[in-house]
T-cell receptor, first 112, second 113 residues
């Protein structure tokens, strides 16, 4: 079946540190891949997405590249800020399906 | 901007009560979804709807039902609330089946005593 595995948290970083949150997936066909972010007390917001192999999604300084050969979609940011503290979810949707499949989320805390 | 609103941010109910959670979207989206979010389990799909009066079960439909009488509104119903339904409930919508971006509401934190 389709599944998403992302690194266990929590992750704690200092401001301006480099961030990587690993995400790997298992899926039939050619899924689209997403990163969603959930700030404290809020719903999920789409952070970025990629719909085919080698696509790079980017937004707010975050990037992730769709790597079909390694079935990965790792989230990176070169310099995190305190305001990036949130829970990050990796997700996929298989072509022809309406259902998002989520990872369990990674909580990021950035300290000043 | 797409806006998805949920009727309550916080709700406290008693075991056995019938509970209605309402979700409204203002962008004429065909698809609407209900998830529950629990620590360590992530988001799990309860039900979704791809058209008015149409619904499909998600991964954990037991103990829940849904209603979609109008395109913009999707209700989640707990017929007889139980303590194991204490959770955060998130509603989402998307434009049509092949537009994959789902837009989420702020969530309803339901506590069943």
């Amino acid at each position: 079946g389709n599944s998403v595995t992302q690194m266990e948290g929590p992750v704690t970083l200092s401001e301006e540190a480099f961030l990587t949150i690993n995400c790997t997936y298992t899926a039939t066909g050619y899924p689209s891949l997403f990163w969603y972010v959930q700030y404290p007390g809020e719903g999920l917001q789409l952070l970025l997405k990629a719909t085919k192999a080698d696509d790079k999604g980017s937004n707010k300084g975050f990037e992730a590249t769709y790597r079909k050969e390694t079935t990965s979609f790792h989230l990176e940011k070169g310099s995190v800020q305190v305001s990036d503290s949130a829970v990050y979810f990796c997700a996929l949707i298989r072509g022809g399906s309406e259902k998002l499949v989520f990872g369990k989320g990674t909580k990021l805390t950035v300290n000043p | 901007d797409v806006k998805v609103t949920q009727s309550s941010r916080y709700l406290v109910k008693r075991t056995g009560e019938k509970v209605f959670l309402e979700c409204v979207q203002d962008m004429d989206h065909e698809n609407m979804f209900w998830y529950r979010q629990d620590p360590g389990l992530g988001l799990r799909l309860i039900y979704f709807s791809y058209d008015v009066k149409m619904k499909e079960k998600g991964d954990i439909p037991e103990g829940y039902s849904v209603s979609r009488e109008k395109k913009e509104r999707f209700s989640l119903i707990l017929e007889s609330a139980s303590t194991n339904q204490t959770s955060m409930y998130l509603c989402a919508s998307s434009l049509y089946i092949r537009e994959y971006t789902q837009y989420f509401g702020p969530g309803t934190r339901l506590t069943v005593l």
